[in-house]
């Protein structure tokens, strides 16, 4: 899979995507992240790519001419599956939004900044409006890295059998039931007996009904669906 983040702050980006599982990805070839500074594609001497909003109030607004390039630029090249702006007024991610991204071959991902971008890049070019939650964060950049992990670490071969995809919370709409490890008993807590007794389908069921009981206590609304 190819995203191609477009984004003013791509020393932001970097970090999060260069260490841990996104590494390993990359390093496996199974996920080829770009970061494309939109400074690029301006013209003016100063790499102008955010001017004062019509009707006047607080705050710039990003320009249409730079990403409109910068869009472009990367259109010509090769088809993309989405084309996904980071914003607060967008659809709330969610497990099952991530479950689709992660089928996906190419992908452009643009981070806002200021008061947002021009509306009529969103009308010409944007195919998907993501947020990350019901808060404003400074800009798209680290929304973008929540979403580039949780895309990357789905795709097939990045995760081995210990850390599977396939047990986390949110598939099936479930939290994860509790987990342990080694001592057996820690501060007078022991671990429960059925994790110790070596019979899978007893465990297995335990755990199903951990998760039921964990989601109907803390998250009762994902019970609903
Ligand atoms: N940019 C600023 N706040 C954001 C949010 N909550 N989600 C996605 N992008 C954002």
Known sequence: MRIDIITVLPELLESPLNHSIMKR???????????????????DKHNTVDDYQYGGGAGMVMMCEPIAKCIEQLKSE????EI????????????????????????IILCGHYKGIDERIRQLYIT???SIGDYVLSGGELAAAILVDGIG????GVLNDETSALT?????????PPVYTRPPVFNG??????????HELKIQ????????ERTKTRRPDLLKD
Request: no cysteine; hydrophobic share 40%.
């Open 205 to 212: 069921e335990w755990r199903y009904e951990q998760a039921i």
């Open 168 to 176: 986390d919370s949110f598939q099936d709409n479930l939290l994860s």
């Open 25 to 43: 990805a990359k390093t496996k070839g199974l996920l080829e992240v770009n970061l494309i500074q939109l400074r690029d594609f301006t013209t």
């Open 128 to 130: 998907k409006e993501i």
């Open 78 to 81: 090769r088809h993309y599956d």
């Open 84 to 107: 996904i702006y980071m914003t607060p007024d967008g659809e709330t991610l969610t497990q099952k939004n991530l479950n689709g991204f992660s089928l996906l071959k190419n992908i």
């Open 189 to 198: 807590l022991a671990v429960p007996e059925i994790l110790l007794s070596g």
């Open 153 to 156: 670490r789905l795709l097939p």
